[in-house]
């Protein structure tokens, strides 16, 4: 079970069933149990690492069921998992006993005896290789940003003025809070570099005009999916470090994007990239320090919010 929790906090989600009522029973739970207190920390350290990494996430209330009934948490995970065809959870895991007292039988249940041994858990991959089109864009962004509540896009190229990063952005908005059959509004962060120096000419502009060009193309977008947005601009300092590196950073998770925010519809065309996972330190890195004005290695030229 420990082992189980410390790999989901490194990369993945736990359902926190009932509304978040999951979690508060695992505590009573806890508490009532005054057995092996050595891992009943260590169980506490992992559920408060879940926590503090926006890992736990809360689910709908599910189908009423009687307290007294012994196997009501399986059946509201099964319903869960069941209710949208398109995010399965990747597994149920429960004691041999547990499923077997329940009498109920699905592909997804796992035993926790074998668990560490089950192609579900072997398969978690820690990063990814893909053509660079808007179709692998969202099929790989949507498990990033589905439950995120912020998501912060950084690409010293991302450009309003080139649909090819723009259509990122909108994919990014659509995904972004999506699901359980309805979508939660959140924050969307982007770091762009220097408009004066794009590498097209004719799209050279001082960073005011830029900012409002953002926003005359974001204020639409934002109205449409409810979320606000805030585009920060930076630029290299003379015999400094370079804006080079490509990221797209959660309030969960982070990837290191090297091949580009800017994606294609046209398959032929397409390069291929690939996403690794970050660390949480090199998260915070990241956004505290690096793009972070008051320390950041870059200069900071100006942001602008844009609201629904």
């Known amino acids: 079970l420990v082992e189980l929790l410390r790999g989901i906090a490194d990369n993945g989600l736990l359902a926190n069933l009932e509304n978040g ?9 806890q508490d009532r149990d005054k057995a092996y207190p050595d891992l009943r920390d260590q169980i506490d350290r992992c559920l408060a690492l879940l926590h503090t990494r926006n890992r736990l996430i809360p689910h709908p209330h599910c189908t009423p069921r009687d307290p007294s009934d012994e196997c009501r948490w399986l059946h509201w995970a099964l319903e869960r998992h069941s209710c949208d065809p398109s995010n399965p959870f990747d597994a149920i895991f429960a004691t041999e006993a547990y499923l077997e007292f329940s009498q109920l039988t699905d592909d997804a249940f796992v035993p926790i005896q074998v668990a560490l041994n089950a192609p579900c858990w072997l398969a978690r991959r820690h990063s990814v290789r893909f053509e660079k089109t808007e179709d692998q864009l969202r ?36 995904l972004l809070g999506r699901h359980d059959g309805g979508r939660e509004p959140g924050q969307i962060f982007i770091h762009a570099g220097d408009p004066e120096r794009d590498p097209e000419p004719t799209h050279q502009e001082t960073m005011t005009e830029r900012l409002d060009r953002w926003e005359r193309e974001l204020k639409p977008v934002a109205r449409q999916f409810g979320h606000s947005f805030r585009v920060l601009l930076w630029k290299s300092q003379p015999a400094g470090k370079t804006f ?6 959660t309030d969960q998770c982070g990837v290191d994007a090297r091949g580009g925010l800017d994606f294609l519809d046209d398959q032929t065309r397409a390069n291929w990239s690939g996403w690794s996972w970050l660390e949480p330190d090199d998260l915070r890195g990241i956004l505290l320090e690096e793009f972070h004005h008051a ?8 942001s602008r919010q844009v609201e629904p």
């Open 295 to 302: 320390k950041s290695p870059y200069a900071y030229l100006g």
């Open 21 to 29: 009522t999951w979690l508060t029973q695992v505590r009573r739970l």
């Open 139 to 174: 099929q790989h962004l949507a498990p990033l940003v589905r439950y995120a509540q912020r998501v912060t896009l950084i690409d010293p190229y991302m450009s309003c003025r080139k649909e090819r990063f723009f259509n990122t952005v909108q994919h990014c908005a659509d």
């Open 244 to 249: 080079h590196d490509r990221y797209i950073i």
